[in-house]
């Protein structure tokens, strides 16, 4: 079958309420594509234009972890959007035996996931339709978010929540103010993504109900049940951040770019943050006994000589006793031998005259 002169389809690759999927290859430019054919759509007049709409939206969204959007149109009274083939699985599983992994595998499905999440955002879209059947996963484990734009029109706001295909697929994942009636938001996306990693580690959703309102009262007013409660071997901290994904208020869930970042650092293996380098210290000194000297340790410290002390003034009056300073030996003798000289000097000077005045008598 060639849809539009161009696309011929080759294998229908799955079928749900609103319609088909095909294994298509463009004969023109030569490549496999992905065909998604809408039915059910006559009996809205305004189908055509918001499904333009939202086909344009959604092809503006260039990412590695988007399915591409490549053409759109009406042929043989049926809308079709051609989208990038994504050679791999949903992580719907088959019915009955859903997908179940790892902490490690669910980590990287939530980096890849929020990723997407977060570049739709900052475009303003929102998808308003995560579950585990818009998750594809390639052969190398990359995964890719599918049907951008057409979960609008899908799940349009006009549209009743008991509208087929809502409440038993959709409203599994629904965010708790969507459940109030309030209008979608990038929070509500989150709230989403935060019930399919729920489900790739437990197995199932984290509420079911048998009636589509007593669910839409546990997205509400239930906590979710901690998956380590369950049994399913996790960190303690991927644990505690999937928790913050399913909070109960929009405000309270981190965005998609945070959520994309935290798992792509590997917060989530509960690694321990690196201590801070030894600095050595210096051994323990013995307690002292009771009534015992505990010597201290000597500290090092450079020898200052001792300042100068300054001369006080004294008091009027006042004698101040000054001491004699010690006499060094050698200028002892040195003052010692001028006083010598000067009596042998005394001594001759005195027979002198002593001569002179006797000869003078005679």
């Known amino acids: 079958m060639l849809v539009a002169d161009r696309y011929q389809l ?57 399915v591409g959007v490549f053409d759109f149109g009406t042929w043989d009274g049926k809308l079709y959007l051609v989208m990038e083939l994504v050679s791999g699985d949903s992580l719907a599983g088959d019915r009955g035996r859903p997908v179940v992994l790892g902490a490690e595998q669910v980590a990287t499905v939530a980096a890849h996931a929020a990723a997407g999440l977060a570049a739709a955002h900052r475009q303003g879209v929102v998808h308003r339709d995560i579950k585990p059947g818009n998750l594809l996963m390639d052969a190398d484990g990359t995964v890719k978010l599918a049907d951008f734009g057409i979960a609008r029109f899908v799940d349009d706001p006009s549209a009743g929540l008991t509208t087929t295909g809502q409440i038993v697929g959709t409203g599994l994942y629904l965010a708790p103010e969507r459940a109030l009636g309030q209008p979608a938001s990038p929070a509500s996306d989150v709230y989403s993504l935060g019930c399919v990693l729920y489900q790739l580690l437990t197995g199932q959703p984290p509420f079911r109900a048998d009636t589509a309102t007593a669910l839409l009262y546990q997205h509400i007013d239930t906590p979710p049940t901690p998956p380590r409660q369950l049994g399913v071997p996790m960190p303690a901290a991927f644990e505690a951040y ?25 917060s989530w293996r509960d690694q321990p943050m690196p201590l801070p380098q030894a600095v050595p210290q210096p051994a323990p000194q013995p307690a002292p006994q009771a009534g015992a000297y505990a010597p201290r340790t000597p500290v090092t410290a450079p020898v200052a000589s001792p300042p100068r002390p300054h001369p006080q003034p004294q008091p009027r009056g006042s004698r101040r006793a000054v001491q004699p300073a010690a006499e060094n030996p050698l200028a002892a003798i040195s003052r010692r031998r001028p006083r010598r000289t000067a009596a042998v000097a005394g001594a001759v000077a005195f027979v002198v005259f002593l001569l002179i005045g006797m000869a003078w008598l005679s």
Do not use: N, Y
């Open 10 to 66: 080759q294998a229908c690759v799955g079928r749900g309420g609103m319609g088909e999927v095909w294994r298509a290859t463009d004969e023109v430019l030569g490549r496999d594509v992905a065909v998604k054919l809408m039915l059910g759509h006559e009996h809205d007049p305004s189908a055509a234009e918001r499904f333009r709409m939202e086909a344009q939206t959604a092809a503006r969204l260039s990412h590695p972890h988007v």
């Open 242 to 266: 999937l928790l913050s994904l399913l909070a109960k208020q929009p405000e309270q869930r981190p965005s998609a770019q945070a959520i994309a970042d935290w798992f792509a650092s590997g």
